[in-house]
């Protein structure tokens, strides 16, 4: 039989998060949080010219609370990918568009109350590929075959975060360290690239309990 790894990190990621948010102390945090992706495609070097704006959403809970530290896991639903345009005789524009289920874990080092940094890591299911046109040669959307690119990605995260009571406004910048293509048709598209992604958040811990 065939593993769905699919249901097993969207299973894994809720249960953490329902655990977390249901049977641990109440100083402990645990919500809901979305915000702003800028992603990006890199070989060698990472450069922001081509960058796609996207989203992330989904939940997040603290495993272990301390006033100085932490260690949160998340389960977020992330888009990715990159933009290409040309201009000229011809103007057009390209994304190329990756939407993950995310599953970042981050040491948190709490420096008083109002400022976290973030460090750690993530993995990631790939759940669907798609292309955008739109420009001189017209619009359009098409799908493309996920089987062509890694089902997982990977990397590492490190962001700040600054707290006002239940809320938290934060950025992250995430490191993706796996090659994307799985095929000679993907990398004929994107070579070798890797996800680059910087994230923009709020966050709101449904645990904050008034001081």
Do not use: C
């Amino acid at each position: 039989m065939k593993t769905n790894w699919k249901h097993i990190l969207l299973v894994a990621g809720i249960l953490t998060i329902t655990s977390t948010v249901t049977s641990f102390a109440q100083e402990r945090r645990a919500g809901i949080k979305g915000g702003l992706n800028v992603s990006n495609m890199y070989v060698d070097d990472v450069d922001d010219e081509n960058a796609r704006y996207g989203f992330n959403a989904g939940l997040f809970g603290e495993i272990i609370s301390t006033e100085a530290f932490g260690l949160q896991a998340e389960l977020l639903y992330s888009t990715k990918g990159s933009k290409f345009t040309t201009s000229g005789i011809i103007d057009q524009e390209t994304k190329f568009n990756l939407n993950y289920l995310d599953l970042p874990v981050l040491a948190v080092f709490k420096l008083g109350k109002s400022v976290d940094l973030h460090l750690g890591a993530y993995g990631s299911y790939l759940l669907g590929a798609n292309i955008t046109t739109s420009g001189d040669l017209g619009n359009g959307t098409n799908k493309l075959d996920k089987d062509n690119f890694k089902s997982f990605d990977y990397g590492l995260v490190g962001g700040i975060g600054f707290n006002f009571g239940p809320t938290q406004v934060g950025a992250r910048y995430n490191y993706g360290l796996a090659k994307i293509a799985d095929s000679s048709t993907a990398r004929n598209l994107i070579g070798d690239s890797k996800n680059s992604f910087a994230q923009l958040y709020i966050a709101f811990n449904l645990n904050h309990q008034p001081e």
